[in-house]
């Protein structure tokens, strides 16, 4: 292991243990800085509308539900970029077309978006209960 890399442990969930663990906790095994970017707000949208192909500027701010304004998506399409997710493509056109599509990385990310999406919707019932059970007992 060089300098500077923490080892990863990755522990049978059935054993009650995390699924990942780091040997030390200030590092966090670099999962906070990949935690950050995917779960701000926008990119995952991103990713999701990218994985059907090539997008202009333009059609891929219209894709994206509620309404993500453009400085928000530049901003949100960089981040991705310098991650090594996206990857933008200029045209030397007049105006400049510029497009983005997923990289290789990006789209192996689409698989982990879907499970987590068939997980969210396979217990979405079972949340809806434990909020109203919850809510339930704690209201006063």
């Keep these: ?8 442990t990755t522990l049978g969930a059935a054993a ?5 663990s780091c040997e030390t906790p200030q590092d966090e ?6 935690l950050d970017r995917l779960g701000d707000k ?19 701010q219209r894709r994206i539900h509620g309404g993500i304004s453009q400085r928000m998506l530049t901003l949100t399409v960089r981040r991705l970029e310098r991650d090594g997710l ?10 400049p077309q510029v ?3 997923l990289t290789a990385m990006g ?10 999406a ?18 339930e007992t704690h209201e006063a």
């Excluded at 292991?1 to 990863?8: D, N, P």
């Excluded at 009650?16 to 990942?20: K, Y």
């Excluded at 926008?42 to 891929?60: D, P, T």
């Design 16 to 20: 009650g243990e995390p699924v990942i």
């Design 118 to 135: 068939d997980w969210s919707i396979a217990h979405r019932p079972a949340i809806a209960a434990a909020r109203a059970s919850y809510d």
């Design 29 to 34: 095994c670099g999962v906070r800085d990949v």
């Design 107 to 116: 789209h192996s990310l689409t698989y982990l978006v879907k499970e987590l």
């Design 99 to 101: 497009e983005y599509e």
């Design 86 to 95: 996206v990857k933008r493509t200029v045209h030397p056109t007049i105006p």
């Design 42 to 60: 926008w990119s995952v949208y991103v990713v999701v509308e990218l994985a059907s192909g090539v997008l202009r500027f333009k059609e891929l």
């Design 1 to 8: 292991m060089s300098a500077g890399h923490t080892a990863v």
